[in-house]
């Protein structure tokens, strides 16, 4: 369908000179860490995220040399907007701008009345925003005059409906205020796990994560047929590197749900984005998914390293790197020397490196990417290197 002459003179509109920065942070790098002496990890929770930085930083993209990053930056504005994270006059134009972009766009693609509907509202909640920007109200209006007219007798979404929809979706409990509360802590966790390891998050999920909310331990045993002491499963189903379907199980009787189980399946969730193609390492799932969770929950696994290594439970690291699964025995023994491994290896050069390393592992083996990223020759050197200053120093 040929673009009409109002939404093709929107997509040409003049961007704004908002006055927004962006900064970026690089990985940090340095000498092998010195002697671990604590028994509790001592790794730095992520600071919260800043969603106003990165959404500057999508909309910079946007108008330069990205423009599917429009839809970014709408997001992230309206998720730091729903969270009470007070916005500039410039920001709040910037978020009205993305909105009406991207939903301009919408109506460019489809001549669907349903979607025509959904642009009307969206448009609306826009122009709500930013009741005296001339320019805005403008081109709004002209986008407004086409969505009406496209969509007919549809029934309008309300201001309310049309705000971004975020990337999560609330099963399985009548509790309002526990879903909107398990949503929220949901956003913000995406958003701190994927900065941590690669980037902002490229936009919300479509399709939305599921969060299947079980009532006690019996329930969830019965749904996901893993045993009664389990306390989350994530399940994300992938065809050619897309995403058809996401899923976490949790338990509402969990005391730990938002600091260990949903962090830690939401890692392995955001896995499957950041590895699409080609899943990583079950070591590094592992360890980067437990890494998410409490400074108490990280520190029961490094406090059972040493008794593990005087049983004789620890894999080689050679091993533990070639694993394909977790093996049949030494359960515990592979659980917490991932942990340790991932951890190591992060404090050594950061979150943002340790993603480098796995995907350089894809395209040119684990030891090559070892010693691009580490400066380390070989599986025994690195073996080395963490047991001299993780186990050694605990002892």
Known sequence: MPVSRSLAAFCALVLFSFSLSAQSDAPSTGPLPPPVLGLVAATETPPAPDW??????????????????????????????RNKVELSTDQTAAWAYCRLKVAADKLNKSSEASAAAEVVGEVEAALQQVPTHAALQETGRDVLAIARK????????????????????????????????????????????FVRWSGPPGGSWAPVCELVVHADAAAFEQA??????????????LQDGVALARRIDLRADDPTLFDDALPRE?????????????????WAELGMAVLAESDMEIGRYL?????????????RVESLMKATDVPAKGVTGFYVESVSLVDFLVR????????AYLRDSQRYGAESALKRQYGVKDYRELEDAWRANVLEARK
Do not use: M, Y
């Open 348 to 355: 050594w050069h950061g979150e943002k490196t340790f993603t």
């Open 150 to 193: 496209r969509a007919g007798n549809r029934p309008i979404p309300s201001a309310r409906d049309s705000q971004p929809i975020g990337s999560f979706q609330v099963k399985g409990t009548t509790d309002r205020a526990f879903a909107d509360k398990l949503v929220k802590i949901a956003e913000a966790k995406r958003s701190e796990i």
């Open 52 to 81: 106003i930085q990165q959404a500057t930083a999508a909309f910079h993209r946007a108008k330069t040399i990205e423009p599917s990053q429009f839809l970014t930056a709408r997001d992230l504005f309206g998720l730091a907007f």
């Open 224 to 237: 996901t047929k893993l045993p009664a002491g389990a306390t989350g499963r994530a399940d994300v189903k």
């Open 303 to 315: 406090r059972t390293l040493p008794r593990c290594d005087r049983t004789g439970d620890l894999p």
């Open 266 to 282: 939401l890692t392995t969730v955001i896995l499957a984005d950041l590895f699409a193609s080609q899943a990583p390492p079950k």
